[in-house]
Each structure stands twice: as C-alpha cells, then as structure tokens.
C-alpha cells in the first residue's frame, strides 16, 4: 500500500542523509521526497512516499523516531489528509490541435504557462491519480517532450497537526 509519511526535522546538515539512509540501508524504496524550510527556521519538513505493508510502514515510523534529528513523524495515511503533487509538462502541439489542447488543459484547472507550439508548457496541481490521467489524456492529442513532477504533498485534515512540540 502507498503510505505519505510526513517528517519534521532539525533543519541541520546530514539530517537529510541520515533519514534517506535509513531507507536504503533498509531496502525500502522513497517514490518521491520534497523537503523545506517551515515557519520555524530551525525545522524542515520532509514529505515522503514509499510503499510498504502497515506492519513494514510502522517499523520505518519506529525507525525514524529513534533518529536525533527527527523531531516528529505521521504517516498520514492512516487519517484523513489532503494530498496534491505539481506537474510541468512540455508538449509539442501542433497547430490546429492548440486549442483544443489549451482548452483541456483549463478544464482541468490547469495553466498553459507558455503557448509556443515547439515547446507548449503546462502546469497542474492535482492529486497523483488526477495528473496520470491529464498526461495520458494530453499525450494523445499533442507530443509529450518532457515530465517534470514535484511528488506528492500532503497535510493532515482538521483535527491532526504535524508540529514542533516544544
């Protein structure tokens, strides 16, 4: 099962190396990590996917827990979150299909970020299963030249938060 497991960590040099070692040392494989800085300078907050049984997903919990930089772990699968990934994408559209392309692209909430027919680019933020679909659905119409993808973002729903106790 995909499990978003979102870390708040000790914004400090190695910290980042030492969780992704974790993973690796371990055998668990990350399909995708954003990191940055949160509100309080001194923190950053990973957002991590990976795919793993409940059982396999609590051990790398546990496991992260006892790491000195980490400061708290959720794996926010196991509530209700809210979860969004950006996708860039760069097409190559032809002439007569560049309004139906750019007219696709806005019903799905989407932004042409630059029309040029050689180099036509696109952004959406969506959910994982969302942004599959919109890429499959425009590379039928136009070229798919390039696939640039944030991974998934995630925040808990009202009720959890993910913060620095202190």
Same mark, same amino acid.
């Given at each position: ?25 371990? %055998? ?12 309080? $300078? ?52 032809? $002439? ?6 750019? %007219? ?6 989407? =932004? ?47 009720? =959890? ?6």
């Amino acid at each position: 099962m995909r499990h978003i497991i979102a870390i708040l960590l000790q914004n400090e040099a190695g910290a980042l190396t030492r969780v992704a070692g974790l993973f690796s040392t371990r %055998g668990y494989n990350i399909e995708s990590l954003s990191v940055a800085a949160t509100y309080d $300078p001194t923190v950053s907050r990973i957002t991590l996917v990976t795919k793993g049984s409940d059982a396999v997903i609590q051990q790398i919990v546990n496991q992260l827990n006892k790491l000195i930089d980490v400061v708290s772990v959720e794996d926010m699968t196991t509530g209700e979150h809210i979860e969004r990934e950006l996708v860039l994408l760069k097409l190559k559209v032809r $002439p007569e299909q560049a309004d139906a392309v750019r %007219g696709y692209v806005v019903r799905n909430a989407g =932004r042409v970020i630059d029309p040029a027919s050689e180099a036509f680019i696109v952004e959406l933020t969506a959910s994982e299963a969302e942004i599959n679909k919109f890429i499959a659905d425009l590379s039928a119409g136009a070229e798919l030249l390039e696939v640039v993808r944030s991974g998934a973002l995630g925040i808990s729903r009202i009720g =959890r938060n993910l913060r620095v106790v202190r």
